[in-house]
């Protein structure tokens, strides 16, 4: 674990929705959210806390929120790499005045910004949900105190197994 890192537990799919609200309380426009996890583990679901209603993007690959802050949610699960991100059009996807939510973000991170936020996403058991919130680049670092305050009620102190 990261020093950085934040580890936290979803016990319901109304967790998840309040933890991606916390996470979007605290996001500026320009601010770029990496979800990982596997099929099912509730990236969708994390995302409706921040935005609802959201409906996977799964088959339009980006899908565009008019809400206080513009969001941008992408699903790169059909996408080959970082280079078919791109081809989206990389200044329209991650425009400097939205917030952008990228599920399966592990499959295009390399054409992610430098710095950006991972919600790395496991199932547990049923609906529960061992979430690590992951840094990268320099500026998030520096805002996680921010974020472990807004989610210190889903915070675990080690990683949840089995």
Do not use: C
Request: aromatic residues 6%; glycine residues 8%.
């Amino acid at each position: 674990m990261h020093s950085h890192s934040l580890e936290l537990l979803s016990s319901s799919e109304h967790d998840t929705k309040a933890i991606g609200a916390a996470v979007a309380g605290l996001l500026e426009p320009g601010d770029v959210v990496g979800l990982t996890g596997d099929l099912g583990a509730g990236k969708t679901r994390l995302v409706q806390g921040a935005e609802d209603p959201v409906i996977s993007p799964t088959f339009m690959l980006v899908r565009e929120y008019d809400g206080d802050v513009a969001v941008n949610h992408v699903d790169a699960y059909r996408l080959s790499g970082p280079a078919e991100l791109e081809d989206l059009g990389y200044d329209t996807v991650f425009d400097p005045d939205v917030v952008v939510f990228v599920e399966w973000a592990d499959r295009v991170s390399r054409a992610l910004p430098d710095s950006w936020v991972e919600l790395r996403m496991e199932t547990v058991a049923d609906e529960r949900r061992h979430i690590t919130v992951e840094p990268h680049g320099e500026s998030w670092p520096g805002r996680m105190p921010a974020l472990k305050e807004a989610l210190a009620r889903y915070a675990v102190e080690r990683p949840l197994t089995g």
